[in-house]
């Protein structure tokens, strides 16, 4: 889609590339269930912690409003019981998240024509995170982390990617979500790592996730694609491309550890990101089962 091109789904369009996502997909997803096993993939939050997150979002704030010293202290337990209650203040994009399709712009346009003047300090009133309907589909693993001496900052392309996937003995379908492991969570609680330099998708991986019909790219980095960009246009092309360009999905800060360990390429893919009214992004678990 280029620049005043409306989507393929309407003008009116907000879910982007989630529409892929039929009944089809999702029982293809569900046809990939082999053994029940169940692993989650989201990064612990903890109070007081940044973690693995860009250093322009606030570290995560845990609070509790009613603990055990408060009853020790003379609260009394009413109606037969006590509770503990807690708070957490968290960035949308500050833990294992999904970006929204009004997460980024270029030239004043965001996806399917919507203008960025539609993003208030109210929240977004188009393509908001709310917008995003759960997602349950088929998922494809692939693991292209380097050795961690080799250090960040290496772009993945196109031709290792597709190969990978090839690879794996898997051909995508329209609505599969593409999982990819690049070795930066794993680097990062390592000490090897930090938020400026992330291995990760070169942006002439773009046509080919694209034309795959992939719903959502995930990866165990930053921004999915290579930091710092390797293009001089701008410094996140593919999110560029896949999001505002056609509505694909991108996911970030996954914990792709335990997978990898599986050998496996092909699983039921769950995610659902909380209904932030306007909100362009959301904290998520995501959960394959095996």
Known sequence: MTDGEKSKWGPDDESG??????????????????????????????????????????????????DGGDYSAGLEEKFGFGFSDDVIQLA???????????????????????????????????????????????GIFVDLALDEEEGQGHPITCRQ???AVEKAGVVPAAGDALLVRTGWMSAWRNKKADSERSTG??????????NSGFALVAADNIAVEV??????????PLHISLIRDNGIYLA????????????????????????IKGGVGSPINPVVVL
């Open 17 to 66: 590339a989630r529409n892929l996502i039929d009944a089809a997909a999702t029982l293809r997803g569900l046809s990939s269930v082999k053994t029940g096993e169940v692993i989650g993939l989201g990064i612990e939050i903890k109070g007081g912690s940044r973690g693995p997150a860009a250093p322009m979002r606030p570290a995560a704030q845990h609070f509790m409003t009613r």
């Open 92 to 138: 949308t994009h500050g833990t294992t998240h999904i970006d929204a399709l009004a997460h980024v712009w270029r030239d004043g346009i965001m996806y399917n024509g919507f203008s960025p003047n539609d993003v208030t300090s109210v929240g977004a009133k188009h393509l908001g995170i709310d917008k995003l309907e759960p997602i349950v589909t088929r």
């Open 161 to 163: 990617l597709s190969c």
């Open 201 to 210: 998708l070169h942006h002439d991986c773009s046509d080919w996730i694209i």
């Open 227 to 236: 930091l710092p960009s390797l293009d001089p246009s701008s410094a996140v």
């Open 252 to 275: 970030e800060l996954f914990d792709l550890e335990v997978l990898a360990q599986k050998q496996r390429n092909t699983f039921l893919f769950m995610l659902s990101a909380l209904r």
